[in-house]
């Protein structure tokens, strides 16, 4: 019973009537705004490869993330660039480090507002890894009391939810037994479970100055050739206690996100990352790309292979958006 009597065109002729045949639709409520923040107050520095971010202080961010807020998105995620780095990244884990005195401040100052806290030290090391460093190799073990001390200073701060980076193996269990035995057993957890070894990544090393000084980050990144290792990881973060698992970057791995989504019954996130932000607003720069058309398609993709959160620069752009289609 195919042509003429099929005839998929049927439903495409009105905007009604696709919209009521629309089987995926995005809303602000599906949204996390990523924040780099900064030392000092009344600073706002641009990141020269991310075309619209930057870096702020914590006063200037309150009222970002206000903005932001009042879009309808419900949280941010918060990256920290500290004003002094060392080989342990010790300011990642201090009870005033810079993300910590901004949850503080965003918790007083909008409330309402998720706060979202990365918990990973590269941004605070001066060798650039996620995690601690030994004749040239990442340690294991020894990384993940960095991570939990990391993970606690941030839930003392008041953070909603935190959500470890480093792809270290059982740092979710690490982080779960440490925030349980210090008063936060409903401290969520979001795991970047599925986080592959992506150059999509550099302009946001540019950002944070997280770029590693030595090597790089495929003993502990994943293979973007993997797939079944992929889910091996979000099996093992699921055993562990994670809340929420993550696939990053998205684009580049929606049938990851999608495998993902068969096979969990845990919220699944997705990070459009940094260069993916950066491809569309450079090829929209010159003329190249419609932009706002290029990210709604771009996040209404990552929403159809499964994503039920995404994190994304273009979170504020994308809300404005979605409420000017609505008026
Ligand atoms: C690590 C971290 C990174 C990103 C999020 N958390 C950088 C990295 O792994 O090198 C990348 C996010 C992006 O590109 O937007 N703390």
């Known amino acids: 019973m195919g042509f003429p009597i099929q005839r998929l065109r049927r439903l495409r002729q009105t905007e009604p009537l696709r919209r009521m045949v629309r089987e995926t639709r995005l809303s602000p409520s599906d949204l996390v705004h990523p924040f780099f923040v900064t030392v000092g107050r009344d600073r706002r520095e641009a990141i020269p490869s991310m075309p619209g971010q930057y870096r702020l202080s914590q ?10 807020h009042a879009l309808g998105i419900p949280a941010v995620i918060l990256f920290g660039i500290p004003d002094r780095k060392d080989e342990r990244g010790t300011s990642a884990y201090v009870p005033d480090g810079v993300v910590q005195q901004a949850v503080r401040t965003l918790k007083d100052q ?6 979202m806290t990365d918990v990973c030290i ?26 939990r001390a990391m993970a606690r200073t ?22 779960r037994d440490e925030l349980d035995h210090a ?65 990053k970057p998205a684009l580049p791995c929606l049938d990851v996100i999608a495998a993902a989504r068969s096979r969990v019954t845990l ?24 932009e706002p058309r290029a990210m709604m398609e771009s996040l209404l993709a990552i929403k159809r292979a499964g994503a039920d959160l995404i994190v994304t620069y273009f979170a504020r752009a994308a809300a404005r958006v979605l409420h000017d289609s609505f008026s």
């Open 110 to 115: 909008v409330p309402g507002l998720l706060v």
């Open 154 to 175: 941030l839930a003392e701060a008041g953070a909603d939810v935190v959500a470890p980076s480093d792809m270290m193996d059982g740092r979710v269990a690490a982080i």
């Open 267 to 290: 919220p699944i996130a997705a990070y459009q990352v940094s260069g993916e932000y950066s491809m569309i607003k450079a090829a929209a720069a010159n003329g190249w790309l419609d």
């Open 183 to 247: 008063g936060f057993p409903d401290m969520p957890i979001m795991a970047y479970s599925a986080k592959f070894a992506s150059c999509f990544y550099a302009p946001f090393r540019d950002a944070a100055d997280s770029r590693p000084t030595f090597g790089d980050r495929q003993s502990y990144q994943m293979d973007p050739a993997n797939l079944r290792e992929a889910l091996r990881e979000i099996d093992l973060d699921v055993e562990e206690g994670a809340d929420i698992v993550m696939v």
């Open 122 to 147: 590269d941004e605070y090391t001066t060798h650039g890894h996620c995690g601690l460093v030994e004749n040239g190799r990442i340690l294991n073990d020894e990384t993940l009391t960095c991570l």
């Open 59 to 68: 006063d200037l961010l309150a009222k970002e993330a206000a903005e932001v």
